[in-house]
């Protein structure tokens, strides 16, 4: 998110909160895009929301949070499916707040299966008479809430039209007195406490390591003759239709952009890899089902084997975006050296996209905002006199001069982190065990890791556009650095030719040259130099990765840049090979950056391929994708498409309704997407299909 918008509309957002028609505007606003991203029709969706204006419910911001919770979900409309798994949404009914939400996170779904409601009940019961009163009543009332929900699914359950009835009361009956016993009871708990999680206005929500947490009740059904492994499969593919349900609803920036990512696979701690029929399952019933989401990401190592890289790259070849990749080898050892316990780092999870966290133990918040490598050096080019510019007499007088200008851009960040302030969340409080140690909350540094993460993007526009300036300034003085400003400032009119030498620049960000690779890392050193001293109100650090969402919105608060982006052009994206050769070349290039101390918050290398380039070199891929684990990339995601594929459905959408590109770090369906990300993408193909190579 800006910094500019945390610090101006953030504020009148929470001063909104406070009042009973600031609230319901703020719905308004909300239900507005939702509606119109559910209809695809301005007018449809006006009409839908002014005809369910009653039904829009805020709960009293009083009450304490646990009250609240009883209060909306007491208000929740039930709607009860005829067959397959329960899951069921009420857009109209929300949770009031005064400050910033925690979300973006994993809970420990691994506590709902081990755990009744009466066991938490039980728990908090025994700490009352301790001193924090405030914390132990609040998770108390949201039980007690949780509960009264329950049972009236129970009795919807009972008046529905099922031929399952007795099965799915005795599943809900068993949250609240039992540990989950089966696989099938086990899905269902999980896509309770999601839809209670979303419900209460949580955002972003992932699943976890589904395939490990739920590893044990599967094969104690198999091994008991409960369950086949073929049922197992058609429960797995429900189980993520149900998650993709109320799709519009749950995206947040962009259609697609839930955070729902399913985590399999791993490393584990005496070396081992870890996968089980699971792991294998949920690629499947992804690849079969073509959904945009829940996405999946596959944590790889050197010893994971050869056919399960067969079946990611297969179901990569489908265009659905899943998985992506991330390699254990690099990610662990990287979150070790931070700070996290051996175990926490063995067992991460990620964030919406890729960020990875600590699963059921911090705060984590990986997405807090975004830093533009950019903006600093535009910054010196835009606002400094022609004589302090010509004054810059050499590269290492710019260089330090960017510095001084990216530490105060970090400066300006760090004064907008520090006056967070989050809600209370009673719900997260729950399955973060430190929290119910201390009895704090998570919002007031209860948890055992309090880190805030931020994005990052244009590293490659800045880098080229630092390396451009060496070269034609001070190397080849082709131009004083005034004169090649001067273009810049005039957005490279009348400079075709010199803007082509700019763009395909033969050193360039991405390329195995030792040059550009220490200029990347000095400028990322830099940054990590303002954020490693840094300890927030609850002692936790700040991280940071080389990979954001806003390569578009950000770009277009940003003039022309000397890597030959003219004036609001988006960034480049990721770690991208739209400029290089050949996609071992980006490997060993992303191998070599510097991931070190609190530049592990996400860094991901993204692939354009045509389907037919892998479908004719599947073997050679996947002895690619092997490699490049073994090289040491940290993480790696595919879009594959084509660009007369894209072209066709920008210019008729209606023949490609199902078409699924990869965006961020989620997936999406085509023709939800903006006209600039449509275009980019286009871009991008055109531009990798130039370049395929191995």
Known sequence: MNIYFKKIAVPIFNKAQKSNLGRKSINIAFLTRKFIWRFNNTSTAGIYLVKNMHKIFNTNPKLNYGSQIKELLDKVNINIADDDFIFFLDEFKNLS????????????????????????????????ANKNIDFIQDQLDMLEGTELFILKIIDAIKSSNRQDKDKYISFFENIINKKATHFEEALQRILFFNQVLWQTGHLLNGLGR??????????????????????????????????????????????????????????????????????????????????????????????????????SLKTMNTGCGSPLLSNDDIVINKMIEFGYDTEDAYNYV?????????????????NLNFFTF???????????????????????????????????????????????????????????????????????????????????VSLANTVNSLYNIKQFVFEDKRFSLAEFNKMRKNNFIDCDDLLEQLKNNPKHFGCDDEEIISLTNEIIDSLENCFKDYRNKFGGQIKFGLSAPSYISAGEEISASFDGRKNREPFSTHISADLNKDYTELMRFASKIDYDGCKFNGNVVDLMVSPNFIKNNFEKFADYIQLSIKLGFYQMQMNVIDSKTLIEAKAHPELHTNLIVRVWGFSSYFNDLPLSYKDLLIERAIKNERNLAF
């Open 374 to 456: 950019l903006k600093p050096l535009n910054n010196i080019f835009d606002n400094e006199s022609e004589e302090f510019i010509n004054s810059i007499n050499d590269f290492d007088k710019l260089f330090e001069t960017y510095k001084t200008y990216l530490k105060n851009e970090a400066n300006n960040l760090i004064g907008i982190l520090d006056g967070l302030e989050f809600n209370t969340d009673p719900i997260l409080s729950m399955f973060i065990e430190n929290c119910n140690a201390n009895q704090l909350d998570i919002s007031n540094g209860g948890a055992k890791y309090n880190h805030y993460g931020i994005t990052t």
């Open 210 to 311: 589904l395939d490990k947490i739920l590893n044990d009740l599967y094969y104690e059904d198999i091994n008991n003759n409960f369950l086949t492994k073929e049922e197992a499969f058609n429960l797995i593919k429900n189980f993520i239709k149900s998650l993709h349900s109320y799709y519009w609803y749950k995206s947040n920036a962009l259609m697609g952009d839930t955070g729902q990512v399913i985590i399999l696979g791993g490393k584990e701690t005496d070396g081992t890899y870890f996968s089980n029929d699971l792991t294998y399952l949920f690629i499947e019933a992804i690849k079969e089902l073509q959904l945009p989401d829940p996405k999946a990401l596959l944590r790889v190592s050197k010893d994971t084997s050869r056919d399960l890289i067969e079946l």
């Open 97 to 128: 707040y005064n400050n910033t939400k925690i979300e973006n996170i994993s809970i420990d779904y691994s506590k709902a299966l081990n755990n009744s409601l009466h066991d938490f009940k039980e728990f908090y019961s025994q700490k009352k």
């Open 350 to 366: 990620v964030s919406a996209c890729w960020e990875p966290s600590a699963v059921g133990k911090g705060i984590e918040q990986n």
